[in-house]
C-alpha cells in the first residue's frame, strides 16, 4: 500500500507528462514507471530519448509497502486531477495484476504492465558536470528557443546550441532556422569550460523550461558528446543530444553593418502588430523605411487595403527601406524590451544584408534577420 497527496501526485506527473509520448505504438512509452520505499515514490517516464525522474514523500513515512508497476499516465494524472487536491490517495495491489486507488469514496482499478519492461535510459560517463543558477539557464533558453527550426530534414537546427569556446569565458546558446539566429551568452560557471558543444533537442528543452519554471534554484548540470542531464531539486531530467554538427553560426552575424539606429522596442512592436492586422501573405512582410526621424511601416493586402504607422527614432545615413517578416520582428522585440525603458538598436547594411539587433554592443541577447524583398 502507498499513501501519497493528491496535490503532490498532481505535481509529480505534471513534470513526468513532460516527456511522455501520447501516440506511440510502443504501450510501455505511455506509462510512467512507479516504485516506491517505505518513505518514498520515485515516478519515471520517458520518450526513449528522454526520461524524467520525479522524488516525492509519502504519507506516513515508514509505513508504505514497497512497490514496482508501470501505469498509463495520462490515465494516473487524469485521475489525481479530479480528486481532492488536499486528500490522500491510496495504492494497493501488487503491481502484476493491476493497482486499486482509494481516495475519499472513489475507487479506481487500473491495469499495469511490468516495471522489468520500461526502457530506462542511463547516463553513463560525463565529460563536464557544474553546478548553475536556475535563473540564468532560463533566461538562456527563453532568451533563443523561439529560433529552434522545426524542419526535422535539417535536425541538427531542431535544437538550442550550447557551448564553451576555445579560451573564453563565457557560454553561449544559439538557435537558428535559418530565417533568424538568436544568440545568449553568460559567464561560464566552473566546470562549464570543460563541456563539448551540445545541441540540445527541443523536447528537451521544453521539458527543461517548464521544470525550472515550477522549481527553480541551483542546476546541477552534466554532459558528455551524446547526453546530457539535469538535476533540479527532486527532478532529474535526462535525454539524448542531437547527433549532428550545429553550423558555425558566427559567420552570419554581420560586422560591418554601419548603419545604426536607436529606438524604443515597445511602441516598435505595438506597430508592428497593428500593421499586421491587414497582412495576408504568409510571410507577414512589413516594408520598412528608415530615415532621420522615424521608422515607417507599411502594409499592403490587395484584399485588405494598406497600413502604415511611424515610430520614432534616432537614425544617421541614407534613407534605407527593407523588408522583415513582421511575425519574426515580433518575437526579436519582445525579448529586446525585456519589461523595462531600456532602448534598442539595429545596425543595417543595405536591403539585401542580414540586420543585427541588441540593445547594445556587449548585451547579453544577439539577434539576426534575414530581409525580405518588398
Known amino acids: 500500500m502507498i499513501q501519497v497527496n493528491v496535490k503532490t501526485l498532481r505535481g509529480a506527473l505534471k513534470a513526468i507528462n513532460a516527456v511522455v509520448e501520447k501516440r ?11 516504485r516506491s520505499t517505505p518513505g518514498q515514490m520515485f515516478l519515471t517516464g520517458t520518450g526513449l530519448d528522454i526520461m524524467i525522474e520525479k522524488t516525492v514523500d509519502l504519507e506516513d513515512a515508514g509505513a508504505n509497502k514497497a512497490m514496482s508497476f508501470c501505469v498509463d499516465a495520462s490515465t494516473l494524472a487524469s485521475i489525481a486531477g479530479k480528486l481532492p487536491a488536499e486528500g490522500v490517495a491510496t495504492i494497493e495491489g501488487d503491481g ?4 486499486t486507488i482509494k481516495c475519499g469514496r472513489a475507487r479506481f482499478k487500473l491495469p499495469t504492465l511490468s516495471a522489468d519492461d520500461f526502457p530506462v535510459l542511463v547516463g553513463g560517463d560525463w565529460d563536464a558536470q557544474w553546478e548553475q543558477d536556475g535563473t540564468q539557464l532560463v533566461q538562456m533558453i527563453e532568451s533563443v528557443r523561439f529560433a529552434i527550426s522545426t524542419e526535422e530534414t535539417r535536425y541538427y537546427l531542431n535544437g538550442i546550441y550550447v557551448h564553451v569556446p576555445d579560451g573564453s569565458e563565457c557560454q553561449f546558446a544559439a538557435a537558428t532556422d535559418g530565417h533568424r539566429l538568436a544568440r545568449f551568452h553568460c559567464d561560464a560557471a566552473e566546470g562549464a569550460e570543460e ?3 551540445i545541441i540540445l533537442p527541443r523536447k528537451a528543452v521544453a521539458a527543461l523550461a517548464q521544470l525550472l519554471d515550477e522549481e527553480g534554484g541551483k542546476v546541477d548540470v552534466a554532459v ?20 549532428g554538427t550545429f553550423p558555425d553560426y558566427t559567420r552570419v ?4 553593418n554601419r548603419l545604426d539606429c536607436w529606438f524604443e522596442p515597445g511602441p516598435l512592436a505595438e506597430a508592428v502588430e497593428r500593421v499586421l492586422t491587414i497582412s495576408s501573405d504568409k510571410s507577414r512582410s512589413i516594408a520598412f523605411t528608415f530615415d532621420a526621424k522615424a521608422i ?9 487595403g494598406t497600413a502604415s504607422e511611424e515610430v520614432p527614432c ?4 541614407d534613407a534605407l527601406r527593407i523588408g522583415f517578416n513582421g511575425g519574426y520582428l515580433l518575437d526579436v522585440l519582445r525579448h529586446l524590451k525585456g519589461g523595462g525603458d531600456e532602448r534598442a538598436r539595429v545596425k543595417l547594411a543595405d536591403p539585401a544584408a542580414p540586420s543585427l539587433w541588441q540593445t547594445s554592443d556587449n548585451a547579453a ?4 534577420l534575414m530581409p525580405l524583398r518588398v
Open 24 to 34: 506511440t505504438t510502443v504501450s510501455i512509452c505511455a506509462t510512467v514507471l512507479v
Open 96 to 99: 502484476n495484476t493491476g493497482i
Open 195 to 197: 563541456m563539448p558543444g
Open 224 to 243: 558528455s558528446t551524446s547526453k546530457f542531464r539535469f538535476e533540479i531539486g527532486t527532478t532529474v531530467l535526462t535525454g539524448k543530444l542531437i547527433d
Open 253 to 256: 552575424i554581420p560586422a560591418a
Open 296 to 304: 515607417t511601416l507599411e502594409v499592403v493586402s490587395p484584399e485588405n
Open 314 to 317: 534616432e537614425y544617421e545615413g
Open 365 to 368: 541577447r544577439l539577434y539576426v
